[in-house]
């Protein structure tokens, strides 16, 4: 299983995050953990999002041109919120990935970078 380390930043009008992390692929699934323990996983093959930590699950499905209902599941009330999610556009070239995503009226650019 590659180990590689990825520059990692999500943004939008409102926030702005940008972090340097080692990732390991698996399964065509690239895994990675940030600062604060939440556990992220990429699904190479579908452009599926997963991030869980101690009090959320959440997840994505990247589908470009198209509208998707993505889940929030929060631990400490048990209960699962859909989100409307719409992506404008997903770039991928190797191991680099650009998502741009609209959730409400917020446009949200999320990227990893392989480091060399």
Known sequence: MPVINIKVSISNLEYSEK????????????????KDKTIVKYYLDSNIL???????????????????????????????????????KILRQGNNIIVEYKIENNIFNYRIEEIK
């Open 19 to 34: 972090f340097n992390t080692r990732a390991i692929i698996q399964d065509n699934i690239l895994k990675y953990r940030e």
């Open 50 to 88: 997963e991030r869980e930590n101690n009090k959320l699950k959440l997840k994505y499905n990247f589908i470009i041109k198209n509208n998707t209902t993505g889940k929030i599941f929060s631990k400490e009330l048990q209960k699962e919120v859909p989100i409307s999610i719409y992506t404008n």
